[in-house]
């Protein structure tokens, strides 16, 4: 997977169809990488996302030097950087020659391309699991709200600390966490705070499905598992679950149905439900096809 790796993140597959994804540091590349796994593999069926660092997910930003803006771990919110510069700028200017609307623009062009490389896991035909250990701070918590699944390892701290830096969360965080865990109250709670929360506590309320026991390389272990599983499945059923799960999340009953109903009008043909009848009744594992037949651009 040395095609897919890059200086800040690496890939690997540790198991036919799974890839495993070690953040460093990422900024804009994470978004790209999945965009290029989704466009430029044909037979991946699922991915962990954990941490290249043994002892933590993410650190975030370092609150204690915001001005010198220490940049240690890969999670820092560079956003806040490139608005400190447009602010800076704005305020060296000539009053006369800057307009609020504009420079509101300015932001805007920072902010977006952030927004689309961290939810890049949500546009993936493919499950997308989790992994997190030690400290998952801020920018942290926007990255695993946009995964499908999250296992956490008993050692895990979730912060939501956005405010502490003085803005609130724009990653995500706030649009997803309360659809995720369906409690308004705490997730506010959590947001104005900054409070820390165990792994024990984010399993109470929906945000991760499994807290394993041990760190890193237990959580790893336990999500690789979970991934192997899924890939014996049908992809088409699984991407189609993906779709329609995360349609049915931003609408109504009666809008997911019809939205379903067209969906499998179409995937209803594939050659896959023969398949599975026949691998499950011969007790063997299924033969699909890859999931995208862009092969001659395959990388894997």
Same mark, same amino acid.
């Given at each position: 997977m040395n095609n897919l790796s890059s200086k800040w993140i690496q890939v690997s597959e540790p198991f036919p169809h799974v890839l495993l994804v070690e953040l460093a540091r990422f900024w804009k590349a994470y978004g790209a990488l999945f965009d290029a796994i989704s466009e430029e593999t044909s037979d991946v069926r699922a991915v962990v996302l954990s941490s290249a660092f043994p002892d933590i997910f993410s650190a975030g930003l370092d609150c204690a030097s915001v001005t010198s803006f220490?940049?240690?771990?890969?999670?820092?919110?560079?956003?806040?950087?490139?608005?400190?510069?447009?602010?800076?700028?704005? =305020?060296?200017?000539? @009053? *006369?020659?800057?307009?609020?609307?504009? +420079? %509101?623009?300015?932001?805007?062009?920072?902010?977006?391309?952030?927004?689309? =490389?961290?939810?890049? @896991? *949500?546009?993936?035909?493919?499950?997308? +699991? %989790?992994?997190?250990?030690?400290?998952?701070?801020?920018?942290?918590?926007?990255?695993?709200?946009?995964?499908?699944i999250r296992y956490a390892a008993s050692n895990t701290r979730f912060t939501i600390k956005e405010i502490d830096i003085g803005l609130a969360a724009d990653m995500g965080t706030l649009a997803y966490l309360p659809k995720i865990t369906g409690n308004m109250s705490f997730i506010r709670e959590m947001a104005y705070t900054t409070q820390w929360f165990p792994a024990s506590k984010a399993e109470q309320i929906g945000l991760v499905s499994k807290v394993v026991e041990g760190g890193k390389e237990e959580v790893d272990a336990a999500a690789l598992e979970l991934a192997q599983i899924i890939v014996t499945k049908s992809p088409i059923a699984v991407t189609g679950t993906k779709r329609l799960l995360s349609h049915a999340r931003d609408h109504s009953v009666a809008e997911n149905l019809e939205y379903t109903s067209l969906w499998n009008s179409a995937m209803l043909q594939t050659k896959d439900m023969m398949e599975t009848l026949v691998s499950t009744k011969a007790k063997r594992p299924g033969k699909f096809l890859p999931l995208n037949f862009n092969f001659g651009k395959s990388k894997l």
């Open positions: 220490n940049l240690s771990d890969y999670s820092t919110l560079f956003t806040v950087l490139e608005a400190g510069e447009i602010a800076k700028a704005t =305020a060296d200017a000539d @009053p *006369e020659s800057t307009d609020a609307a504009r +420079i %509101a623009l300015d932001f805007r062009k920072q902010i977006k391309p952030f927004q689309e =490389a961290i939810t890049a @896991p *949500e546009r993936c035909l493919f499950p997308v +699991i %989790a992994a997190v250990h030690g400290m998952v701070v801020g920018l942290g918590v926007d990255i695993i709200s946009a995964c499908d």
